[in-house]
């Protein structure tokens, strides 16, 4: 025997409610899969409304897709793109720096970290400036070593010389205070 009625669909992955539509079932076609008869709870503000199939019954899950938290392990933020619960490990909140460490409340920043990166920035520029003046240097070297130098190349090399030294002797551990010597024209 042939029989319409309304019938209620809902995804094949979540089991969300799509919405109503006609069915029929006759003797050799029963309902179609992710189809029910049983009619809809109400939908209710930050939830979706999904059919548990075990159970033959619609329920509430929690929907904070497209919500942008963050992860109080690495301060990365994360968008939600599944149904259910907030993981504990999320927060609204937003880290203010790369150095912020979550206490289990809030973000803190890790001042041992922050200078600690400063420096070892710093200690990179030192590097960076020692390397550029040694490349200046070496070939004023050479010509001072086979006494070809010009009283100018001599006069650049003192000065190059003396700024390198300079460089070298800087105390990184004062930054961000660092008192760069001033590069030779």
Request: proline content about 6%; aromatic content about 12%; charged content about 30%.
């Given at each position: 025997?042939?029989?319409?009625?309304?019938?209620?669909t809902?995804t094949s992955?979540?089991?969300?409610?799509?919405?109503?539509?006609d069915a029929?079932t006759?003797?050799?076609?029963?309902i179609?899969?992710?189809?029910?008869?049983?009619?809809?709870?109400?939908?209710?503000e930050?939830f979706?409304?999904?059919f548990?199939?075990?159970?033959?019954?619609?329920?509430?899950q929690?929907?904070?897709r497209?919500?942008?938290?963050?992860?109080?392990?690495?301060?990365?933020s994360?968008?939600?793109?599944?149904l259910g619960?907030?993981?504990a490990?999320?927060t609204?909140?937003a880290?203010?720096?790369?150095?912020?460490v979550w206490?289990g409340?809030?973000w803190?920043?890790?001042?041992?970290?922050?200078t600690?990166?400063k420096r070892?920035?710093?200690e990179?520029l030192?590097?960076?400036k020692?390397?550029?003046?040694?490349k200046?240097?070496?070939p004023?070297?050479?010509a001072?070593?086979?006494d070809?130098?010009?009283?100018?190349e001599?006069t650049q090399?003192r000065n190059?010389t003396?700024?390198r030294?300079?460089?070298?002797?800087?105390?990184?551990?004062t930054?961000?205070?660092i008192d760069?010597?001033?590069?030779?024209?």
């Open positions: 025997m042939f029989r319409l009625f309304k019938a209620y809902y992955d979540t089991h969300e409610l799509l919405g109503p539509c029929y006759d003797e050799t076609h029963d179609l899969p992710f189809h029910t008869e049983k009619k809809p709870i109400d939908k209710k930050g979706a409304v999904v548990n199939e075990q159970n033959q019954e619609w329920e509430y929690e929907d904070h497209g919500l942008v938290l963050f992860d109080t392990k690495s301060g990365q994360v968008t939600l793109e599944k619960k907030v993981p490990y999320l609204p909140l880290p203010e720096s790369e150095f912020d206490d409340e809030k803190v920043k890790d001042v041992e970290a922050e600690l990166a070892q920035q710093l990179g030192k590097q960076q020692l390397y550029e003046a040694t200046i240097i070496t004023l070297q050479d001072v070593y086979l070809m130098a010009t009283e100018e001599k090399l190059w003396l700024y030294l300079n460089l070298h002797r800087k105390d990184i551990s930054a961000p205070d760069w010597p001033i590069k030779p024209e």
